[in-house]
């Protein structure tokens, strides 16, 4: 893997980190076609989360492989778009009506799966804003 260079631990951690985030963002991609098969999702969650994890997947990978410079403008660009998520399924909390869960579990109710999925994304942009924070500071 090229870094650039010499690595602090905390970039090794958040190289770590954003291979771990590419792994899951192609687990969910498959999990999410599996769910267009098995459980009949809707087209648009399948589609959706295709192009959303493939396009985190493929972030991860080109911060988790380039320069120290890139990878921190890179997780930038994920901690946004974890935001932008976040926003989305709290406006879907508080003002919509959740549809049936069409995905794995599929006995989930519509609320929990949201906040399930809303927790984990928070682990993930508290993860990625410690790290971040921290290689800033050993530069």
């Known amino acids: ?14 190289i ?10 192609l ?9 267009g098969i098995v459980e009949h999702a809707d087209l648009r969650f399948v589609v959706n989360t295709t192009g959303k994890d493939g396009l985190f ?11 120290q410079r890139r990878r921190l403008g890179i997780v930038l660009l994920l901690l946004a778009a974890y935001a ?15 549809p049936k869960v069409m995905t794995w579990p599929a006995d989930t ?10 927790g984990g994304d928070i682990v993930l ?6 790290l971040y924070r921290a290689v ?4």
């Open 27 to 35: 687990l969910w991609i498959v999990l999410a076609w599996r769910d």
């Open 1 to 14: 893997m090229s870094t650039g260079g010499a690595v602090s631990t905390a970039d090794a951690w958040l």
């Open 84 to 98: 932008c998520l976040m926003v989305g399924q709290l406006f879907e909390l508080v003002f919509a009506d959740p």
């Open 57 to 67: 997947a493929i972030m991860s990978v080109v911060a988790a492989i380039g320069d």
């Open 125 to 130: 942009v508290v993860a990625f804003a410690l």
């Open 16 to 25: 770590r980190l954003l291979w771990l985030h590419a792994a899951l963002s």
């Open 109 to 118: 109710e519509p609320t929990t799966y949201l906040l399930v999925w809303l």
């Open 136 to 139: 800033k500071s050993a530069r």
